[in-house]
């Protein structure tokens, strides 16, 4: 049996790529001369782009619009978008369908948990090498007392608005694209759980490497990576370090999310959190604002995690992590 050595899953990345290849990108766009107005090509400039695009930054504004309707669907739902609950297939079926237009090839695996059927959703995009594969995902289930918009739509509505980018910008890695949402995290990681054990051997050492995003975020927010993969972790926080935001390590219960049997399984793993229930320091504040002694999110598990228990910086630099992970890990 094969299984990839978690640190040299990923090619090792150049220093200053990005910025190379965002003045590749604009020098591409005026020789192709699809912009209305653009300059003529300037002597020089035809020379084949070596590198392959940026990441693009995910609208902020975008990510938003489908927490406004995970709220929609919980309100509409009994309060909540739980496991088992019409407001988990309704979430389901409102990511499925943005997928499916967009150009993902969607697979929905049922499952059983605490007897009522459970529901992971798989976007894969066609192309790239089937035997690299990189994913990233969040678990799409709310607890019952809320609608879980920041644990877990933020994460969610992520993942969702960097798939969207892929297709936008018809993105065409040298890695195969996955993305997974998952059901009924909040009764253990039960989606998760049987996916990964869903997957044949061959299958699961296809996966070079699983990014989970639960609870981005947060109203009070502190900006955690989780120390796992090295790759995966230099990769965040090397988009943090560009935009001069600094970043601690998750401590606030490794494995406690869906990232915990991808990891058992030997896949190479890593993510982002914006913390819950644990109270921010006066040294984090001092870091990176907010109030010190109070809870990174308040509403944690609770009715109040509405559209209104979200802090948009947070959201923002995170889903732009995201996308940055995704782009530069399976160039
Ligand atoms: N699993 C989350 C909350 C959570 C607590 N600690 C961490 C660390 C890393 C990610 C998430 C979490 C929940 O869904 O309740
Ligand atoms: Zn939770
Ligand atoms: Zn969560």
Avoid at 29 to 54: F, I, K, R
Avoid at 251 to 264: I, N, Q
Avoid at 317 to 323: I, P, S
Wanted: proline share 5%; hydrophobic share 40%.
């Amino acid at each position: 049996m094969k299984l990839s050595v978690p640190h040299l899953a990923f090619s090792a990345r150049r220093p200053g790529r990005a910025a190379v290849t965002a003045v590749v990108a604009a020098a591409a766009l005026l020789t192709t001369g699809s912009m209305a107005g653009a300059a003529p090509a300037p002597l020089g400039a035809a020379a084949p782009p070596v590198e392959v695009a940026a990441a693009p930054d995910l609208p902020v504004a975008n990510v938003k619009a489908h927490l406004t309707q995970f709220q929609s669907i919980a309100t509409a739902n009994g309060g909540n978008r739980a496991h088992g609950r019409a407001g988990y297939l309704a979430s389901v079926n409102y990511v499925k369908g943005k997928l499916d237009a967009a150009g993902f090839t969607t697979t929905v695996q049922s499952f059983t948990s605490g007897g009522r059927t459970g529901y992971n959703l798989i976007a894969d995009w066609p192309g790239g090498d089937p035997n690299q594969v990189v994913m990233a995902g969040s678990h799409l289930d709310s607890v019952t007392s809320g609608a879980g918009i920041n644990d877990n739509g933020t994460g969610s509505a992520a993942v969702l608005e960097a798939a969207l980018a892929v297709s936008r910008a018809n993105y065409q890695p040298t890695k195969h694209l996955r993305f997974g949402w998952w059901g009924a995290e909040e009764l253990g990681l039960v989606g998760s759980r049987y996916y990964v054990n869903s997957l044949s051997t061959a299958n699961r050492a296809r996966i070079s490497g699983y990014l989970n995003f639960d609870m981005i975020g947060s109203p009070n927010p502190g900006y955690f990576v989780y120390d796992d993969d090295p790759t995966i972790e230099r990769t965040f926080k090397d988009y943090f370090m560009g935009i001069g935001v600094p970043t601690e390590i998750e401590t606030e219960g490794d494995g406690r999310s869906d990232h915990a049997p991808f990891k058992s399984a030997g896949i190479p793993v890593g993510g982002l959190f914006t913390g819950a229930s644990r109270a921010k320091t006066a040294a984090q504040v001092t870091k990176w604002g907010g109030t010190s002694g109070q809870a990174f999110d308040r509403c944690y598990h609770s009715s109040c995690d509405t559209t209104s228990n979200i802090n948009d910086t947070a959201l923002d630099r995170n889903g732009d992590a995201l996308a940055y992970a995704v782009w530069e890990l399976s160039e």
